[in-house]
């Protein structure tokens, strides 16, 4: 299940081929609009205000409603693409934007905006995931995220292994503890009027997934999932299970003993040795903080001349909001792909011995 992307952020539209999807899945093009709309801007006042409709033309690939089997072409036309900031963003470079590293690399400065490196670019990641959830979710795999921190605030009172999924989308944070809303809101609103923006930590959870999915060496599925995640624009860290915090446990704390009734922990996220064990597959995603800010910066233009750069534009000050859908998107994509070759290696999506619980 191979999915590339094109298109630019300000170009007249975006798109994605995906290619290996199984035939049969059934498919429409409103099947798109809620993840879409999760992951759109402009839909609250926390997220960038520009305004598209982000809807999918399937160009290809499905017939009658079902996907046939032969390459997949979705389409999402730009409507709302030239913002005012266009013009002087195509003479300088934003400090820790990525079209420092696209003009070194290429030796062009695309004008149209953030172009491929803009956060318009993982609409059609998510829109192809729709396709991987819908496959997953017919063998019961059910792939979904919160936030988990913005800047310094945390969710309060929240167990991570009771989520309450209804409580994280009926806000606009995807916050897991719904009482903390109004701090989110007041915390916000005071960093946008200050022009400045924050990082964000996004958990995905994948419950489901049946012992025995990734390659033990090369291809593993921790690897792919990191590989995935860390492919999404912003993002600086990715950990599976316990990640970073495994450094300062013991070996007796770390180890999820396993018992007839089930393991007793999940500190391994899921994964042993690059292979699924069947309990939730856990992955924590860090952003950093959006690089186009409204406060002046240090810069310089394409001649090497030292400027102070303003970004005037239409700017997510936690663009890891709306990242939530996004890592959602990435984790089923990884999950569909390791799922199909494990069938063809196997002969079938699940275990070989009786399960024990997670
Ligand atoms: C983005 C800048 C803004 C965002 C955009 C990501 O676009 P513009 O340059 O047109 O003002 O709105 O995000 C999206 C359009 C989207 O759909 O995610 C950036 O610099 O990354």
Redesign the pocket.
């Known amino acids: 299940f191979a999915v590339t992307t094109f298109g630019e952020?300000?170009g007249p539209a975006i798109g994605c081929v995906i290619d290996g999807c199984p035939p049969g899945i059934p498919i429409a093009p409103e099947d798109f609009t809620h993840d879409l709309a999760r992951?759109?801007?402009?839909r609250t006042r926390h997220t960038?205000?520009?305004r598209?409709a982000?809807e999918v033309e399937i160009l290809s690939g499905v017939h009658e409603g079902r996907t046939t089997g032969t390459p997949i072409a979705l389409l999402v036309r730009n409507t709302?693409?030239?913002?005012k900031?266009?013009d002087a963003?195509a003479r300088q470079f934003r400090p820790g934007?990525a079209d420092y590293t696209y003009w070194q690399k290429y030796g062009i400065r695309d004008p149209r905006?953030?172009g491929r490196?803009?956060?318009?670019e993982?609409?059609m990641r998510v829109a192809a995931a729709v396709i991987a959830k819908k496959w997953l979710a017919g063998r019961g795999v059910v792939v979904r995220g919160h936030l988990a921190q913005i800047g310094e605030v945390l969710p309060h009172g929240f167990d991570a292994r009771t989520v309450d999924w209804q409580a994280v989308e009926s806000n606009p944070f995807f916050w897991p503890v719904t009482g903390q809303v109004p701090e989110l809101e007041a915390y916000m609103d005071a960093l946008r009027k200050s022009g400045d923006s924050v990082g964000a930590r996004v958990r995905v959870v994948a419950e489901g997934v049946p012992p025995g999915w990734g390659e033990p060496v090369y291809g593993k599925l921790d690897a792919e999932l990191a590989s995935a995640l860390m492919s999404i624009?912003a993002t600086k860290g990715v950990e599976i299970g316990a990640g970073f915090a495994a450094v300062a446990q013991k070996g007796t704390e770390h180890r999820d003993e396993i018992t007839p009734d089930g393991f007793l922990g999940n500190h391994a996220g899921g994964i042993l040795g690059g292979i699924s064990t069947g309990q939730a597959i856990e992955c924590g995603v860090a952003f950093k903080p959006?690089s186009?800010l409204r406060l002046p910066g240090r810069t310089v233009d394409l001649d090497g001349n030292p400027v102070e750069v303003v970004t005037t534009?239409?700017?997510?000050p936690c663009?890891g909001i709306?990242a939530v859908p996004i890592c959602e998107a990435m984790v089923a994509l990884v999950l569909i792909d390791q799922a199909l070759r494990h069938r063809a290696q196997c002969g079938d999506v699940g275990p070989v011995h009786p399960r024990i619980p997670g």
């Open positions: 952020s300000h992951r759109a801007t402009g960038s205000q520009r598209e982000d709302d693409a030239r913002s900031d266009y963003i934007h905006g953030g490196s803009s956060a318009r993982t609409t624009n959006t186009s534009g239409r700017h997510d663009v709306r």
